[in-house]
């Protein structure tokens, strides 16, 4: 459980006892304002803070850390003295990942937020008067190339949105069977491919696969014959995703209750589909080539402690599950998420808008669940949302869900229509969580859809 102690050095673990979660991260308080300028409409001001791995043309990958429309460079910082206090080897912010960072554990990376925040507060003179300083270690996010902020060992994929579910279920079964029977009793996942995981901004090529034309559905095995070429029905899927910080062995399990101790923080995923490829193959082990070719992320990774503030209640589960899966406190993130679809040389047209906490399995139950057979878990491992869709239209999480399974195409600013993505279309993700004056957000996580390869 995310107690104070180790945020506030002043607090006692007893005077906190009572609280499941911190009261007030320092680094969170939304008075804070800082010496570099920061929209209102930024994702990133001093109370976010998230971390990332860039490099400039004349810099090799190193940390950083976005304040309103620049970066900050720690390792630069670090070698400047301003972590002294903190003892940190330079060659951790200048590692090409942020694995060996999340591993010096939860209170140092909070510490380094925390000094961070001190840093950058407009009443901290230490580095806002050190215009040398200053000058080695801002960088403006124009002028970096993000890199895949984390090495990737394990990734899973969730089926934790109720109604999206639901309307999946709809789809292909009937609007009575459209749950199957273990779907309120488990958060379902798979194990997808973590090495095509790309970071945003960078573009992929439509995949090719089997896929089963409709003329031939019901006819019995030896009769059917499927069809090979690129996917015709490509999608996105909306979804977040979280990054472990705490490894655990073979064997253990890890609880609702400590879930957030093995959580680092949460990034923007698209994971993107091909319908038809799907259709042919998920039959009986589940999705395969139809979901690995690529998963895109946004690049910033927002601290758990970040959105605290954030926490809202969530969907009341009925049937009660097992008690391993059951938990206190709230869970769920109010996090509002769009998409927009870009056509090339167009024009954005948003065409859903959705919110993380319309999650009916929360990440503390998918982290329980999936360790509860002793599965061991390793930082850098990233376990995804599965598509996250609410109760409305507009909410929708999907083109399938959109535009009901192409039947019902949607039409873009530039006049053109969308049953699913077509080749040069660009997919935005963006979100962010809003209280108290203050946004957190998470940048864009955008990819653009390439002809096959011939």
């Known amino acids: 459980m995310r107690l104070c102690a180790g945020v506030y050095p002043e607090h006692s673990r007893r005077s906190v006892k009572k609280s499941y979660f911190c009261p007030m991260i320092k680094a969170n308080d939304p008075s804070l304002k800082s010496w570099i300028e920061v929209d209102p409409k930024s994702d990133f001001p001093i109370q976010n803070l998230p971390f990332g791995i860039f490099k400039t043309q004349s810099s090799s990958p190193r940390i950083g850390v976005a304040i309103g429309d620049q970066v900050l460079d720690l390792a630069i910082l670090n070698k400047l003295g301003f972590f002294n206090n903190l003892h940190i080897d330079n060659s951790v912010f200048t590692n090409q990942y942020l694995n060996d960072f999340i591993a010096l554990g939860n209170n140092t990376c909070r510490n380094v937020r925390q000094r961070i925040s001190d840093l950058l507060n407009a009443d901290h003179a230490e580095l806002r008067d050190n215009k040398e300083a200053q000058a080695k270690a801002l960088q403006y996010i124009s002028n970096v190339q993000m890199q895949l902020p984390v090495k990737i060992g394990d990734y899973t994929d969730f089926y934790s949105s109720m109604d999206h579910a639901i309307n999946i279920g709809t789809m292909i079964r009937d609007p009575k069977n459209a749950l199957l029977s273990n779907w309120k009793h488990l958060p379902v996942g798979y194990h997808g491919r973590a090495s095509s995981i790309i970071v945003s901004g960078t573009n992929f090529h439509r995949p090719k696969g089997q896929t089963l034309p409709a003329d031939q559905a019901g006819k019995p095995a030896n009769e059917v014959q499927p069809v090979f070429g690129p996917s015709k029905l490509l999608d996105f899927e909306l979804e977040t995703a979280f990054i472990i910080g705490k490894e655990t062995q073979l064997g253990d399990s890890i609880t609702t209750a400590n879930a957030d101790d093995h959580i680092f923080g949460m990034v923007l995923f698209n994971d993107w589909s091909a319908r038809d490829i799907q259709t ?40 009660k599950v097992l008690p391993y899966l059951q938990y206190e406190g709230n869970k769920n993130i ?107 957000g998470f940048g864009e996580c955008k990819a653009m859809v390439l002809p096959a390869k011939s």
């Open 280 to 319: 042919w193959e998920y039959v009986p082990l589940g999705p395969f080539l139809s979901k690995n070719f690529a998963s895109t992320i946004s690049p910033w990774i927002v601290t758990l402690d970040a959105l605290e503030p954030f926490r809202v209640e969530g969907y009341k589960q009925d049937p």
């Open 334 to 440: 109010d996090i509002n998420l769009e998409v927009f679809i870009q056509p090339e040389n167009g024009e954005e047209t948003i065409v859903s808008h959705s919110n993380y906490k319309f999650m009916y399995w929360n990440m503390e139950q998918q982290l329980a669940h999936h360790t509860v057979n002793g599965c061991n878990m390793n930082i850098g491992d990233m376990l995804a949302s599965g598509t996250i869709s609410g109760p409305t239209p507009e909410s929708f999480g999907s083109m399938m869900e959109i535009t009901w399974r192409g039947t019902k195409p949607l039409k873009l600013k530039d006049g053109s229509e969308r049953k699913f993505i077509n080749d040069n279309d660009t997919v935005i993700i963006r979100g962010y969580s809003e209280k108290d004056g203050v946004r957190i």
